[in-house]
């Protein structure tokens, strides 16, 4: 299994562009995450998914956007890009029953936005 | 909201020596996990613990949950330099979608 891929691992973006960041898993997982992490700070959620064609608001989901379409996937829009999305992006899946197991992360987006 | 306090911030040891690493809630805690994070990649899972008094370990680490479930330590003993990185807890509170809160992070450099 591949685990959790994401697209692509770093990218520039100047402000007002729109870019969509790609996140798959391959362990049949129901639940999908996005977080960022600032310099310094924790993750923070921003949506999450529990299952096909459900998606979630975390605690900062203002200036993006989410689908899930399949299983499988769970890709992260940025629609107005801003110098405060400069971050870097962790997609994570997890199995549907709380505390069965633990999330898997990929591998990180690195966003910087000019 | 969930206020979750890692201490200390940054940990500069000589390889060798024993540290421990806390993670404080402000709820109760249904789950707390601890990641491994290197710079520059994603996070790996490390331990997760459910109980109240439960511990764990893999190797040369070990966590604790206490007893009351609002507090966890991470140890190391006779750390190595390839413990070095950033130590992430991350808390489930019970609420959505197994939605985890993390904390800030510690940063540990083990001197070799």
């Known amino acids: 299994n591949a685990g959790v891929t994401q697209t692509p691992k770093f990218r520039i973006l100047k402000i007002g562009q729109s870019m969509t960041l790609q996140c798959a898993q391959d362990?049949?997982?129901?639940?999908m995450y996005w977080y960022r992490q600032d310099p310094g700070m924790g993750l923070k959620l921003i949506y999450y998914?529990?299952?096909?064609?459900?998606?979630d608001k975390g605690e900062v989901p203002n200036g993006y956007n989410v689908s899930r379409s399949t299983t499988e996937d769970f890709p992260l829009r940025l629609e107005l890009a801003a110098p405060s999305q400069t971050s870097v992006y962790f997609c994570?899946?997890?199995?549907?029953?709380?505390?069965?197991?633990?999330?898997?992360f990929g591998p990180g987006t690195r966003l910087l936005v000019l | 909201s969930q206020e979750l306090e890692q201490s200390p911030q940054s940990l500069i040891v000589q390889e060798g020596k024993n540290l421990t690493i806390n993670c404080t809630s402000s709820?109760?805690?249904?789950?707390l996990y601890w990641y491994k994070q290197k710079y520059g990649e994603g996070l790996i899972f490390l331990m997760m613990?459910?109980?109240?008094?439960e511990e764990k370990s893999h190797e040369k680490i070990t966590a604790k949950l206490d007893e009351k479930k609002q507090q966890s330590s991470l140890h190391i003993t006779a750390s190595q330099p390839s413990h070095a990185g950033i130590y992430l807890c991350?808390?489930?509170?019970?609420?959505?979608?197994?939605?985890?809160?993390f904390g800030t992070g510690t940063r540990l450099t083990v001197i070799p």
């Open positions: 994570a899946s997890s199995y549907a029953t709380r505390g069965a197991e633990t999330q898997y």
């Open positions: 362990m049949n997982h129901n639940y």
């Open positions: 998914s529990v299952g096909a064609g459900i998606t």
């Open positions: 709820k109760t805690l249904y789950g």
């Open positions: 613990l459910q109980k109240g008094g």
């Open positions: 991350g808390a489930d509170t019970g609420t959505g979608a197994n939605n985890l809160f």
